[in-house]
């Protein structure tokens, strides 16, 4: 499948870039300490409700990653999957009694849009699961080959028994959140109560797909791994990514699930850095489907809100705090950047070299982007009261590479 189109990135020129700090998951904070060609895995949408601005703030964190590691002279290479298939979505398409490739389509259509308004750079591969069954399916073989794939009444489980030494939760907890994120541990003839589904045998009524293991269609974790394999896994050297992404409900078991089964079945790690983007909430409840108190980035732009002023309010706050969605922080934002283009309109502005040094200084430290966008508003405020230098192209293309902000 396309992405959505790409913007120009233009380089920032003569500054340096620090090596980009950031909080992993695991390790707490690290220095990215990756080659020239940097591989970069998003886990996507499944395309039932998108897109929300939890997961619009989510693909921003990555979009800052992004940039910056192409700015600072490195090949990115970024993939990101559409999950067009799952539970969920049979449920939606069952709910309005509708076809569920049409729902699938339509908001995968409605994703690509939302992204490409708010500036988030494409990935290189976007890839959708019903593209890759074969591709998932010889992962699943490899699986199979090493002696980790066992079945119970036409389902395929990975068994994960002997990779559960870094598990992130005690095994109750995990056990616990596993069946609350789509896990059956209960099922018997289960080798381990957190040993995930593969390959899952049709049902009646359901979409399937012809497999090595039956008429069926493939499970959440391993669809990730097999398409990131496929992409990213370039010179089969360690690791496949350097980061794997997502927002933080992913951390377990998803990406726990993607690096064991990665082990098992290539025997290598997965990903160098697992980094996570924090939930934004709404009247202080995270926003999510279940709760129904989603809101759409599409309706607040066909309500004729500026997609700057959306990403303006994201980058208020850090990607890594959970936070919440307001009115009151939208107006401000939308004030805020009013501010910004009335100096970028003029002429005569206040010297820039600082100001943008700051800004590249702010996000190589774990993306704060919230002294960011003060720095910027500061600077544009002089700038309002004391002009004298013409530097407004200048600052104007800076904080469009640097924060996607097109002001
Ligand atoms: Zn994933």
Known sequence: MNSWPRNNLPLVAGYEFPTLKIIDSNLGLVTLNTPSDFRIYVCGITPY????????????????????????????????????????LLERAKRDNSNWQNIADTQTQLFKADMSALRILPPNDLVKVTESIAIINDFIKKLDSR?????????????????????PVSTSDAVKIFAERGGDPYRQ??????????????????PGWESSFG?????????????????LDK????????????????????????????????????????VHAAMIGLDGEKMSKSKGNLVFVSKLISAGIDPMAIRWALLQGHYQKDREWSENL??????????????LAQSEVTESKELIAGIIADLSKNLDTP??????????????????INQSGLVSRSIDSLLGLAL
């Open 189 to 206: 003839g289960k080798k381990h109560q957190l040993d995930p589904l593969v390959w899952s045998a049709n049902a009646e009524g359901e």
């Open 235 to 274: 010179d089969s050297n360690d690791p496949i990514v350097h980061v794997q992404g997502g927002g933080s409900d992913l951390i377990f078991p998803h990406h726990f699930m993607s690096a064991q089964i990665v082990k098992a079945a290539y025997g290598r790690d997965f990903s160098q850095y697992f």
């Open 49 to 88: 409700d998108a897109t929300h601005l939890g997961h619009a703030a989510t693909y921003l964190a990555f979009d800052l990653i992004n940039r910056y590691q192409s700015l600072s002279g490195r090949s990115v290479n970024f993939v990101e999957n559409v999950t067009d298939i799952d539970d969920p």
């Open 215 to 231: 008429f069926g269609r493939p499970g959440w974790h391993v669809e990730c791994t097999a398409i990131a394999c496929k992409y």
């Open 371 to 388: 002294s960011a966008l003060k720095r910027l508003l500061s600077w544009s405020e002089q700038s309002i009261n004391a002009g004298s």
């Open 330 to 343: 939208l107006s401000e934002s939308e004030i805020q950047i009013a501010t910004v283009r009335r100096a």
């Open 147 to 167: 002696g980790y794939l066992y079945e119970i009444s036409g389902d395929y489980y990975f068994s994960v028994g002997d990779f559960l030494s870094g598990l």
